[in-house]
């Protein structure tokens, strides 16, 4: 049984295509800008659900995924359940259905191989490239996350780069210039997205009754948005802002 917080249909944010995103329960990081705190606790406010019942709503919408579209598994963050979705990811390849894992690359064991193995494109969350900095805002380390992109590029596996710009934390041009040198000549780097900040997670640490440490922290502006573009631009040919 696979741990499902919730769904949505028709998804366009999260890889190409029309898609049906499945968002699963529980995360190991612990992102100040979350803007999914209820996803973080595995038990949390998850359904259990069958293969078949995932495979049931793929099949349902599979004649508007197109020739783009298809399946996303996002979270939360979706590995901690990489033993679990193993026989759903093959059940997927079987029945041609594209899939995309949106992960923070963050976890590593007997399973992720043969996972990554079956993903049509992984979204690798890249929070920031200055480990300290990235402890910061996380509350981990982004060693196995570098380790993850670089396993994806030998084992020739397509993924986006995505990066949430977040103010004072993850939107310093010598940060941005050392993840572009890091990775400028990966060749299975397709596509690197910028996500701009937002709060609109906020409701729900009050409905939860806990901080949002991050309350001084102000949305970019699109002025803030065009420069980080522009200098990732210098970088990678294909940009854009999600």
């Not at 998850?46 to 508007?64: D, G, V, Y």
């Not at 709060?199 to 640490?205: A, D, E, F, P």
Request: glycine share 6%; with cysteine; charged share 25%.
């Amino acid at each position: 049984m696979i741990k499902v917080h919730s769904y949505e249909s028709m998804g366009t944010f999260d890889g190409p295509g029309l898609r049906l995103v499945v968002f699963l329960q529980g995360c190991n990081f612990r992102c100040l800008y979350c803007a999914n705190p209820d996803t973080i606790d595995l038990g949390g406010e998850s359904k259990e659900t069958s293969i078949e019942e995932i495979l049931r709503m793929a099949m349902n919408q599979r004649p508007f995924f197109g020739k783009k579209g298809g399946i996303t598994f996002s979270g939360g963050e979706p590995t901690i359940q990489a033993k679990e979705l193993l026989p759903l990811f093959r059940r997927l390849k079987e029945l041609n259905i594209h899939i995309c894992l949106d992960t923070n690359g963050s976890i590593w064991n007997e399973y992720i191989a043969e996972l990554l193995s079956l993903t049509d494109l992984v979204l690798l969350d890249v929070k920031q490239i200055n480990d300290i900095r990235h402890r910061e805002l996380t509350e981990r380390s982004n060693q196995q996350t570098l380790k993850t992109a670089e396993w994806l590029e030998n084992n020739n596996i397509p993924f986006w780069l995505r990066y949430v710009l977040v103010p004072q934390y993850s939107n310093l041009e010598d940060d941005i210039c050392t993840l572009g040198e890091h990775f400028k000549d990966y060749r299975m780097l397709k596509r690197l997205e910028i996500l701009p900040y937002h709060t609109l997670g906020v409701h729900k640490y009050e409905a939860m009754g806990l901080p949002y440490k991050l309350t001084e922290i102000k949305e970019n502006s699109l002025e803030e948005l065009d420069a980080a573009k522009k200098l990732f631009e210098s970088y990678f040919p294909c940009v854009y802002v999600n």
